[in-house]
């Protein structure tokens, strides 16, 4: 993987081990706390002043250097400003190309489209359309809905507990985390949750391959039962890894039976992979390992290479929208699409799949290390580097007979992590799971640094 002078400097001046970060406020973070919305989240928990950032490094403004595995959420796939993404933008801006062209044609645009075709699984893109949405990835699943629906013409959904994506009124509808919807009204009618495959927690108090068997018998029946409840389905959405909700992984099994399932009900399958598609866990899509193909697929974080762009990519035959039925001012992003190509190029010519997957089950064997050292370290989990720990309360257990989830714990490890010089993020039940999303660049070297502080930050809990 490529290294510049910017990430040897700042890898130098990494000194997470030798001292502790001072995380007291600026005057910047005052301003912000005082002028930004209550709605605001990173900030509450990583109250850093950004100034300067190289690969999977970033600076504060005191000049104190942190290992970053949160990388925007899984946006940044090649790091902070790495050349090739820099270039591609740099490269476009001084073209004199329109920057902002809603969906018209464009050089840029088509290069993107033809990067974006030439990594789709075969029997995807032999018919594939895609839509270019709004910027975020909220948008693109509230177009994939509202194309299941024009295609269909049928109304309910299908969404799994622990569930993520996005915040909008309609996203909020599929999610599962009731934080945010508990106070509103308006949600999206029509929305039936099923349980999703937790091979740690399984909602039956199965496990293994029972517990898989269970999960499909009971959507088979939910669908086949004429007492159900349930009118035909729109469509069936779900993350092939759940990230906000504990980064729980899809069993390719599951995955087939679902793909069976919907097949047979005529219910177009919607992916959502815009946090774990695009190399983030050892295959270019999640979706790919368990062989299966989607009927639509939403994607948005990496593919714009750091800057704001989503997509929905689907079957031609669900292409029975009305012209203007999906919109998007920004739906033309010209620098997204410039930086995303390159992105998306540098990935498949350079094998950065194959080196996700060494540096992912490096990862993973350093979380595993340190399950064995640490009783309230419950479970490891995730794919290629879409990782997790769940932390425990090891005492106690709730009423299933599960061990508690520990969230306090959790955000205590956090801290310490991040007093280190690391940036992890939390997600799952009770904010109970660490999580880690570096970008896919990340070396050999770098992985060995994090389990290092890890270690020193979980030592530290236990005095």
Same mark, same amino acid.
């Given at each position: 993987m490529a290294t510049t002078d910017t990430i040897s400097e700042l890898q130098r001046r990494h000194s997470g081990l030798s001292e502790r970060y001072c995380l007291d406020?600026?005057?910047?973070?005052?301003?912000?706390?005082?002028?930004?919305?209550?709605?605001?989240?990173?900030?509450?928990?990583?109250?850093?002043?950004?100034?300067?950032?190289?690969?999977?490094?970033?600076?504060?403004?005191?000049?104190?250097?942190?290992?970053?595995?949160?990388?925007?959420?899984?946006t940044l796939a090649l790091g902070h400003n790495h050349p090739v993404t820099v270039d591609a933008i740099?490269?476009?801006?001084?073209?004199?190309?329109?920057?902002?062209?809603?969906?018209?044609?464009?050089?840029v645009k088509d290069a993107f489209v033809q990067e974006l075709f030439e990594i789709l699984p075969g029997d995807l893109a032999r018919n594939a359309r895609v839509q270019f949405c709004g910027p975020s990835g909220a948008d693109a699943v509230e177009a994939a809905i509202k194309l299941s629906r024009t295609a269909t013409r049928?109304?309910?959904?299908?969404? =799994?507990?622990?569930?993520?994506? %996005?915040? #909008?009124?309609?996203? $909020?509808? *599929? @999610?599962?985390?009731? !934080?945010?919807?508990?106070?509103?009204?308006?949600?999206?009618?029509?929305?039936?949750?099923?349980?999703?495959?937790?091979?740690?927690?399984?909602?039956?108090?199965?496990?293994?391959?029972?517990?898989?068997?269970?999960n499909l018998h009971y959507i088979r029946h939910l669908l086949a039962d004429p007492e159900s409840g349930l009118t035909q389905p729109a469509a069936m959405i779900l993350e092939t890894v759940q990230g906000e909700g504990g980064v729980i992984p899809a069993p390719d099994r599951w995955l087939q039976g679902l793909r069976q399932?919907?097949?047979?009900?005529?219910?177009?399958?919607?992916?959502?992979?815009?946090?774990?598609?695009?190399?983030?866990?050892?295959?270019? =899509?999640?979706?790919?390992?368990? %062989?299966? #193909?989607?009927?639509? $697929?939403? *994607? @948005?974080?990496?593919? !714009?290479?750091?800057?704001?762009?989503?997509?929905?990519?689907?079957?031609?035959?669900?292409?029975?929208?009305?012209?203007?039925?999906?919109?998007?001012?920004?739906?033309?992003?010209?620098?997204?699409?410039?930086?995303?190509?390159?992105?998306?190029?540098?990935i498949r010519?350079?094998?950065v799949i194959r080196h996700v997957q060494q540096v992912g089950a490096k990862l993973q064997r350093t979380l595993g290390g340190l399950q064995s050292e640490f009783?309230?370290?419950?479970?490891?989990?995730?794919?290629?580097?879409?990782?997790?720990?769940?932390?425990?309360?090891?005492?106690?257990?709730?009423?299933?007979?599960?061990?508690?989830?520990?969230?306090?714990?959790?955000?205590?490890?956090?801290?310490?992590?991040?007093?280190r010089g690391l940036i992890v993020e939390l997600g799952g039940r009770h904010g109970a799971t660490v999580r880690f999303l570096p970008a896919l660049i990340i070396s050999e070297a770098e992985i060995e640094h994090v389990g290092q502080i890890l270690f020193q930050a979980a030592q530290s809990l236990q005095a």
């Open positions: 406020t600026t005057p910047l973070l005052q301003r912000q706390e005082s002028q930004e919305s209550n709605a605001r989240s990173y900030p509450r928990r990583i109250p850093l002043e950004l100034k300067r950032a190289q690969g999977v490094y970033v600076e504060d403004s005191r000049g104190q250097v942190y290992i970053d595995c949160l990388a925007g959420a899984g740099q490269q476009t801006l001084a073209s004199g190309i329109p920057l902002h062209t809603l969906d018209l044609s464009t050089a049928q109304q309910n959904v299908l969404a =799994f507990h622990g569930a993520y994506h %996005g915040m #909008t009124l309609g996203t $909020l509808s *599929l @999610s599962g985390n009731l !934080g945010p919807k508990k106070s509103l009204g308006g949600l999206m009618a029509g929305v039936q949750f099923l349980p999703y495959p937790h091979t740690y927690r399984c909602p039956f108090g199965l496990s293994g391959e029972a517990s898989i068997d269970a399932i919907t097949r047979d009900h005529g219910v177009p399958l919607v992916l959502d992979e815009i946090q774990c598609g695009i190399g983030r866990t050892g295959d270019m =899509f999640a979706f790919e390992r368990s %062989g299966i #193909t989607p009927d639509v $697929l939403t *994607l @948005s974080k990496a593919i !714009g290479g750091g800057l704001p762009l989503s997509v929905v990519v689907y079957r031609g035959e669900l292409d029975q929208w009305e012209p203007g039925a999906h919109a998007g001012t920004f739906r033309g992003n010209q620098l997204a699409m410039a930086a995303g190509a390159a992105t998306l190029r540098f010519e350079q094998e009783a309230w370290i419950g479970d490891v989990r995730g794919r290629g580097l879409m990782l997790g720990m769940e932390i425990i309360d090891p005492a106690n257990s709730d009423t299933l007979g599960q061990p508690l989830a520990d969230g306090n714990r959790a955000r205590r490890l956090q801290r310490a992590c991040l007093e």
